[in-house]
């Protein structure tokens, strides 16, 4: 537990006296923030459970594209 504590005191005191670094993460935050808020707006989770309703729907779907008809 004390070998946890000891990284931990080391990171926060590396992260503390950066100068450029701490611009840096600024700005990979910003990028993660705008790819995860921004993008999942625009592309979201469209799978056989959303885009079929039925049981029956399903298999159709699935059994066309296995047997290749469109």
Known sequence: MNSIISVYRFYLDG????????????IIAFKLLV????LNYFIHDRSI?????TQQQKADFVYN??????
């Open 35 to 38: 790819i995860f808020l921004f």
């Open 65 to 70: 594209n296995l047997i290749g008809e469109r």
């Open 15 to 26: 992260f503390k006296n950066m100068k450029i670094g701490k611009a840096l993460w600024k």
């Open 49 to 53: 459970n959303t885009e079929y309703r």
